[in-house]
């Protein structure tokens, strides 16, 4: 490698105390005084002063540290995806980057790889991360650590996931323990931050990972306030499948110079997804969506309400699908649980609200079904993002009545998508060829755990009762024997 490039970029890429301002970068938090930015177009689209690196089209033609790129070739990842190829050059350069790609383009090693290899050699104080990466859900949380662990344990960092749900004291002590990366949703990084278990003024990266998302699900003035609260001249990544106004005070406020790269279609443009609309009769809808549901493979149903979810979950059982619900009122140990017998397949539909549709990727998916019309065109890209990823083929099939059609042309025509048309009806030859529809069992299942999980449970029990509870068990069976003489 260029031994004048690694200079620069470890000359750059250790924030210490004493190390100095980026050029650009403002004194004080919350991008005050920094130059507007221009948004035109379809999404954020900053002028940069400084021109973008050129893509490069390996992973060795980067200046990522060797155990990276060892760790890269384990597990199979050889050459960069167009959002990773385009925007590491610059990252790695510490520039700021406003990335545009859908979900399943390899966003997160685009973001992670740079943010690792930045932060390698440095150790976090105790309760003072170094690195920062906020997701809008617990499940995308997961699933960004779930893909950094293996990179972040080849450099020797940790790596801590902080998320409601989940035991706050656990979380709380590995940040006083000590983590250079930390992946979190706002709300539970916030609650740690008040407890005085957390402070951000030494994170010098920070990622907003589905920026937009996390603007339209409310946080908006939780993420400002942490991002007022890390280092005024570290780097900053926003990526999201689109980048539309919503995150315009975000990139005026917190991004300095940014590079921009929109290099991957948003859902609709996708070649390789596929978009029906089958006009269905409301009294037959119930028999429609139980004969797609009975299909061979896996599939996702979304509605719009957790009553919803838990009816439909119940239905399908009841039909001889094998169904689970994941929805918000759900604890995290079951939502865990339900995705990891969704990806299995041990589960082989999964009937849900929004809360699936925000960065959960499931190999090999290649059909999602909206049960229920969404009412935004961002949901719908979101929720079809779910299918087709990577390369991969897959539909998306929407079941409207009536009443619903004017407003599925708006939201189709605002999503840039012009979809199939067809009337359908159940047991019908049209539903069975778009969606893979059949006639249900009708015999009523039960979803129970896996033999493998049920037998690590049982070891987790008996682990925590300890020598104690065998003891008294023991004496339990003498009392009870002595009884019987």
Known sequence: MNSTRTNDRTSRSRFGSSAPRRSGRPSRPGGQGRRPTALQGEFAQPRSTTPALPTVEAFADLDLPEPLLATLTRQGVHVPFPIQGATLPN???GRDVLGRGRTGSGKTL??????????????????????LVLVPTRELAQQVTDALTPYARSVKLRLATVVGG????????ALRGGTEVVVATPGRLKDLIDRGDCRLDRVAITVLDEADQMTDMGFMPQVTALLDQVRPEGQRMLFSATLDRN??????????????????PSAGAVTTMEHHVLHVHGTDKQRTTTEIAAREGRVIMFLDTKRAVDRLTRDLLNSGVRAAALHGGKSQPQRTRTLAQFKTGH??????????????HIDDLDLVVNVDPPTDHKDYLHRGGRTARAGESGSVVTLITPDQRRGMVRLMTAAGIVPRTTRVRSGEEALSRITG?????????????????RRKRGATSRSRRGPASATRRATQRRSTVAAAA
């Open 91 to 93: 990252t790695l350069a």
């Open 247 to 264: 995150v315009d005070l975000l990139v005026r406020r917190y991004l300095t110079d940014p590079v921009v790269h929109s290099v991957d």
């Open 166 to 173: 989940m035991s706050i004291g656990r979380q709380a002590s």
């Open 437 to 453: 529809a059949r006639a249900p069992s009708g015999i009523p299942v039960t979803i129970t755990a896996p033999v493998s999980e």
């Open 110 to 131: 685009a973001f992670g790889l740079a943010m690792l290899a930045r932060t390698t050699g440095q150790r976090a104080e105790p309760r003072q991360p170094l690195a």
């Open 347 to 360: 589960v082989t539909v999964l009937v849900a609200t929004n809360v699936a549709a925000r960065g959960i």
